[in-house]
């Protein structure tokens, strides 16, 4: 058997064997398991039954037109007139009889007045519905005594007609907008996370060996190249395990969940109407996002002495991520913006953001080909530079680490 | 299969850590490299295996260079023992030894032969951290010896061990030379030197002081140890012509002379010296030829 797959199968046999591993996935599997149920979770916590609202009303005019624009917004609010003194309404409501008591009256120029009395005014959800609703009630009043109709007051209030059109043939539509920022996102998130974590698992592996001292026995019966990029593949292909097995029970849950929740998640992250393409490129930016922070995180994690220090040296590689996670999420609502634009060649940034602005608008293909074509580049470069600090980094101890080391290293590996 | 080191430099920015070192090492022998700390012993190594590029010169094993094809037939212990500390014995040494090239179950056969032999066959599946380090310490051997290489390299092979592990490593090591392995071990124990090394070689700021064969060396050495026990003091003798070290001990002395011949006349000075109850020629202990290689330089 090839060396390269020895490396490549023990990377991934003995971290998917790991208690950390099996119990991080089993985690993420609950977390989806608890979001695809999240509304059935909220419905068994949040009281269902009705409120019931004591109201007094002084002008003995307005409690019938609230009632019944409130009976037609929220049906678990109930009002009910109360037939006793303001100081027994008070008491009711505190002794948990009422949700809250409403003492209505009109005002010196014929207006609706209120006062809300509840055990406290945080639950604001009643207190507000009951607030517009009299605003309406106060709207209708006025209108009538300033002698204006009914028809009349509807066309003051209706919406204008306001309708959009773009006349660029290929740019795209609101809704296929919308669609395409839902998978954008999932994308960006996804690639974030893959990077943080399987990053600094590639760093850590590699410092763990070194620490340990394995490390000379390894290069010294493989090329640290080829040991290098077994351990990336390796990583990548347990990343891709995780990633299936959540995908997979995350699809099966939301499947055996059949009906508005399917269609509502679906259509809310517009993955039914993508095109393909749009996927191939996701999975293209993917893959060259991941080979490239990859290939820096294995090289970073090739010049601690100690695996303590790893968090410390990756800290650059975590903030590259942050920084074109940031730019992307700024970008999804301005794909049009200079810095986006600028960034997508980038290649540190341009994995998301290239990748959002082919999802956003319509990006020429030189344009993107240039951006993939400067990654790759970036890329091969990084692996050139990273085999020779490997290779000087694996027989390096001190008690700094920083990244001074990194010509420390490369001057190691060299002849002189 | 001789391995030949011709005018190999290693430097380190200005500081040179091997310096022109040119070097025969025969086939199935064990050769010993002796330096002290930071004698350039480990960065030699390094270059035969080709961990580190050298700056000049040439390596060559059987007329080739080594590259990673040939790592199957190399065996190397490193000088700081590393394993995984949390793997077990029979998943370590499977890995390792797949990667030199070989299959799963011949490993395990020879892994149990040799755990057997160490008498640890218990260790097969603990975890290398709950071993002692001198009980790692043969894992470690085991990982370097198990595909049966050409070439062994031994960095330092019995540090850290008590006699009877010494021992059996020791006997392992001789073995291995008599079914065909060339062995290049280095220590700065001279008896085990001494012990186990047709041929060695003296190692100092990364200059050979000395190298050849151990007889060739002691002989051409030329001084002896002379070693008298006595009943009267023999302290005159400090000052006898050819003299070059004089020692005392509970018994008597000994003696460094400048030549064999030096001690007839000394065998005359003692003739009216009281009871002589043992005069006996030596031949110099490689630790007087290192300390006087080595130290003369540090002066």
Aim: hydrophobic share 45%; net charge negative.
């Amino acid at each position: 058997m090839n060396k390269f797959w020895i490396i490549l199968s023990h990377t991934y046999m003995s971290r998917v064997k790991t208690k950390s591993f099996l119990i991080g996935t089993l985690i993420t599997l609950l977390l989806i398991l608890g979001i695809s149920n999240i509304q059935s979770i909220i419905d068994m916590f949040s009281d269902n039954s009705s409120k019931k609202i004591a109201v007094m009303d002084d002008s003995e005019k307005l409690f019938k037109p609230l009632e019944s624009n409130i009976s037609t917004v929220d049906d678990t609010v109930g009002l009910k007139l109360f037939t006793g003194s303001e100081d027994e309404a008070k008491e009711a409501v505190q002794e948990e009889e009422y949700e809250a008591f409403v003492k209505l009256s009109l005002s010196d120029n014929q207006m609706p007045e209120a006062h809300y009395y509840a055990d406290n005014i945080t639950n604001s959800d009643t207190q507000m519905l009951i607030e517009q609703q009299l605003q309406q009630v106060k709207v209708s009043m006025a209108t009538e005594q300033a002698g204006i109709d009914q028809a009349t007051l509807q066309n003051i209030n209706a919406p204008v007609t306001f309708q959009t059109k773009a006349l660029d043939k290929d740019a795209k539509t609101d809704e296929e907008l919308s669609q395409a920022r839902g998978i954008v996102y999932i994308m960006l998130f996804v690639l974030y996370i893959a990077v943080i974590m399987y990053g600094s698992m590639i760093a850590t592996d590699v410092a763990t060996e070194k620490s340990s001292r394995v490390m000379e026995l390894l290069v010294s019966s493989a090329p640290p190249v080829t040991h290098m990029f077994a351990k990336i593949i390796g990583i990548a292909l347990l990343g891709l395990t995780q990633v299936i097995l959540v995908v997979g029970v995350g699809y099966a849950l939301i499947v055996s969940k059949q009906g508005e929740l399917t269609e509502g998640f679906f259509s809310y992250f517009g993955i039914q109407n993508t095109s393909p393409a749009l996927f191939i490129y996701a999975i293209i930016f993917f893959l060259l996002g991941y080979l490239l922070y990859a290939t820096l995180a294995a090289m970073l994690g090739s010049l601690v002495s100690r695996v303590e220090d790893v968090q410390q040296l990756i800290l650059p590689m975590t903030f590259l991520i942050m920084i074109a996670f940031f730019i992307a999420m700024f970008g999804l609502n301005m794909p049009e913006s200079k810095l986006v634009i600028i960034s997508s060649y980038i290649p540190f940034f341009s994995p998301m953001l290239m990748f959002l602005r082919v999802g956003m608008m319509d990006v020429p293909v030189w344009e993107v080909s240039i951006s993939i074509g400067i990654l790759i580049a970036t890329i091969v470069l990084l692996a050139v530079l990273g085999a020779r600090v490997y290779k000087g980094g694996v027989l390096m101890y001190g008690r700094s680490s920083s990244l001074k080391d990194l010509k420390k290293a490369i001057a190691l590996s060299k002849k002189e | 299969m001789t391995l030949l080191l011709k005018e190999v430099t290693k430097r380190f920015g200005k500081d040179t850590a091997v310096d022109h070192l040119s070097l025969e090492i025969p086939e199935k022998e064990i050769f010993g490299f002796l330096g002290g700390n930071g004698a350039g012993k480990t960065t030699t190594f390094r270059m035969i295996l080709g961990l580190l590029d050298r700056t000049e010169g040439d390596i060559s094993w059987n007329g080739e260079s080594i590259s990673y094809h040939k790592s199957h037939l190399i065996g190397y212990l490193p000088e700081e023992r590393g394993l995984y500390p949390k793997l077990k014995v029979r998943e370590q040494i499977v890995y390792l030894s797949k990667l030199r090239g070989m299959k799963k179950s011949e490993a395990l056969t020879a892994l149990e032969a040799w755990l057997k032999r160490f008498k640890v066959p218990e260790y097969i599946d603990k975890k290398v951290e709950e071993l002692s380090k001198g009980n790692q310490q043969k894992i470690q051997f085991i990982s370097a010896v198990i595909h049966r290489p050409q070439l062994l390299i031994l960095d330092e092979p019995f540090s850290g061990l008590d006699p009877i592990n010494v021992e059996m490593l020791k006997e392992a090591v001789i073995d291995l030379k008599e079914q065909g392995t060339s062995i290049v071990f280095s220590s700065h124990r001279m008896e085990h030197v001494e012990e186990l090394c047709e041929s060695l070689c003296i190692l100092h700021k990364g200059k050979d002081v000395v190298k050849g064969s151990l007889k060739e060396i002691k002989r051409s050495y030329g001084k002896k140890n002379l070693i008298i026990h006595a009943d009267e003091s023999l302290e005159f003798l400090k000052n006898h012509p050819g003299v070059v070290r004089y020692k005392n001990i509970a018994e008597g002395c000994e003696l460094q002379i400048e030549n064999e011949d030096i001690s007839q006349t000394i065998f005359h000075a003692l003739q009216d010296k009281g009871f002589i109850r043992r005069f006996e020629l030596e031949e110099p202990s490689l630790n007087d030829i290192f300390i006087e290689k080595v130290g003369a330089s540090y002066e």
